[in-house]
């Protein structure tokens, strides 16, 4: 069974550059999340969808994040401007449902350094 | 506020002994709880889950301990190998829908390292 795929694997930009993160689920997975992960931390949630549809976005810097996923299936997440504390791994994960007693299935991760 | 915490960020164990990682969390309302381990330039890979309704789950080398009075669970491996050195990462998750279901709120990792 093929893994969530994530590209670039690393980017590196300067602020108030834009950038883009792209990512395809496991096939059949209805939840999709965007986790950013800063050096030393824990993964946050930035977004979680159900389907094509947005679960949670509570905690997206909605003035330069933005996510989408067409068709339910690939994802993309963007920024614009960035940065320099958007320097961060930007991890994709995916599970079966959206359902608390499921685990999530990560990508490599894209690590966005911002200069 | 940091809802799951895991106060060692490091931890060292000799080969062949058990590891004990520890975590701790405040919201009530989490009642699944996920260990996840990442190796370096990797993401994290799911290891190991335990319900609010049980107080252990065991899973080869490795169990993971709630105590839901404390709101504390840890997370033993025994015995410790090698090929364990990771960073572990604590998770835990609701079930309301449209509030805390299916979303794992993490804790900053502890780093594992097994000592040959």
């Known amino acids: 069974e093929a893994g969530v795929a994530q590209s670039p694997r690393y980017k590196i930009i300067e602020k108030r550059q834009s950038v883009a993160f792209w990512c395809n689920p496991i096939?059949?997975?209805?939840?999709l999340y965007w986790y950013q992960q800063i050096l030393g931390q824990g993964p946050k949630l930035l977004i979680q969808?159900?389907?094509?549809?947005?679960?949670?976005d509570s905690q997206l810097p909605k003035d330069r994040f933005s996510a989408e996923r067409l068709k339910g299936v690939d994802s993309t997440l963007k920024i614009q401007p960035a940065k320099l504390e958007d320097s961060a791994v930007y991890l994709c994960?995916?599970?079966?449902?959206?359902?608390?007693?499921?685990?999530?299935?990560f990508g490599q991760g894209t690590r966005l350094t911002v200069v | 506020d940091q809802q799951v915490k895991q106060n060692s960020p490091s931890l060292s164990v000799q080969e062949g002994r058990i590891s004990i990682l520890n975590c701790d969390y405040t919201?009530?309302?989490?009642?699944?709880f996920l260990w996840y381990k990442k190796y370096p330039a990797e993401g994290p890979t799911f290891l190991i889950s335990?319900?609010?309704?049980?107080d252990k789950n065991e899973d080869g080398r490795f169990t993971v301990f709630l105590n839901k009075s404390a709101k504390h669970l840890s997370l033993h491996i025994v015995p410790s190998q090698p090929g364990d050195s990771a960073v572990y990462f604590c998770?835990?998750?609701?079930?309301?829908?449209?509030?805390?279901?299916?979303?794992?709120?993490f804790g900053d990792g502890t780093t594992l390292t097994v000592k040959p």
């Open positions: 994960a995916s599970s079966v449902s959206g359902t608390a007693n499921t685990e999530a299935f």
């Open positions: 096939s059949g997975h209805a939840t």
């Open positions: 969808f159900q389907n094509n549809g947005v679960v949670d």
């Open positions: 919201n009530s309302m989490f009642d699944y």
């Open positions: 335990i319900s609010s309704i049980k």
């Open positions: 998770a835990a998750s609701g079930s309301i829908p449209g509030t805390n279901a299916g979303k794992s709120t």
